[in-house]
């Protein structure tokens, strides 16, 4: 069976650290792209981090970048987002979603591109409060 189930998520003070878990099955790194999204309340889901090609492509939105890390454990077929100095702005339900992805090079377009992705999982809620 194709899942993907997220963990980590929790309340954290703005400033601090959080890192989410995208657990795979039925999938593998070297075929299919993962993409991290989030929804906060009363706004649509966005693109936040993707990652395809055994980590040879990865990309983030603009304002992630320099504090989100997203990677890759082969081992545990899992996929991590690292996220430092929250802010309450980053307050969301993150989402895991993966793709087929047979090409190199992958866009952020494509990887913010919603109907891409064939697997979502569950969401878990991350708060940040101020």
């Known amino acids: 069976e194709v899942q993907l189930v997220e963990s980590g998520g929790g309340l954290a003070q703005a400033g601090e650290s959080m890192t989410l878990s995208c657990a795979a099955s039925?999938?593998?790194?070297?075929?299919?792209?993962i993409g991290w999204f989030r929804q906060a309340p009363g706004k649509e889901r966005e693109g936040v981090a993707g990652?395809?090609?055994?980590?040879?492509?990865?990309r983030y939105m603009d304002s992630v970048k320099g504090r989100f890390t997203i990677s890759t454990d082969s081992a545990k077929n899992t996929v991590y987002l690292q996220m430092r100095s929250l802010n309450p702005e980053d307050t969301a339900v993150y989402y895991c979603?993966?793709?087929?992805?047979?090409?190199?090079?992958?866009?952020?377009?494509?990887?913010?591109?919603?109907?891409?992705?064939?697997?979502w999982g569950q969401g878990t809620q991350v708060t940040v409060s101020s």
């Open positions: 979603a993966s793709f087929l992805d047979l090409w190199y090079g992958t866009s952020w377009t494509r990887f913010t591109s919603e109907s891409e992705y064939e697997i």
């Open positions: 039925g999938i593998n790194f070297d075929t299919y792209a």
């Open positions: 990652i395809s090609n055994r980590e040879s492509n990865i």
